[in-house]
Nanobody, 117 residues
Framework: QVQLVESGGGLVQPGGSLRLSCAASESAATVHSMGWYRQAPGKQRELVASLNRQGNTIYADSVKGRFTISRDNAENTVRLRMNNLKPEDTAIYYC???????????WGQGTQVTVSS
């Protein structure tokens, strides 16, 4: 069973920065892609950013230029650097891993990000 452990959420003022981390129990060789999704109250879960094993990235239009997804294969970790945060970025952020070959999906427990003055 794949385990995903997220960290780095919290309360930040508008314009501030946070870095989220997601540590996976899977090695990079068995991963097709990892990404971050978010869900705000009353809204559907949406893709924020994803990164596949070839290094290709996808970003939601609302975060382009502000968020950066990266990975550390040695630590089996994917990170999301979030700059210039806005109140509309407030949500629970979830890490998702898609396994290579099987395309099985696994989710982390979520971490709260609140942007407020």
């Amino acid at each position: 069973q794949v385990q995903l452990v997220e960290s780095g959420g919290g309360l930040v003022q508008p314009g501030g920065s946070l870095r989220l981390s997601c540590a996976a129990s899977e090695s990079a060789a068995t991963v097709h892609s990892m990404g971050w999704y978010r869900q705000a109250p009353g809204k559907q879960r949406e893709l924020v950013a994803s990164l596949n094993r070839q290094g290709n990235t996808i970003y939601a239009d609302s975060v382009k230029g502000r968020f950066t997804i990266s990975r550390d294969n040695a630590e089996n970790t994917v990170r999301l650097r979030m700059n210039n945060l806005k109140p509309e970025d407030t949500a629970i952020y979830y890490c998702k891993l898609v396994q290579r070959f099987s395309y099985a999906e696994y989710w982390g427990q979520g971490t709260q990000v609140t942007v407020s003055s």
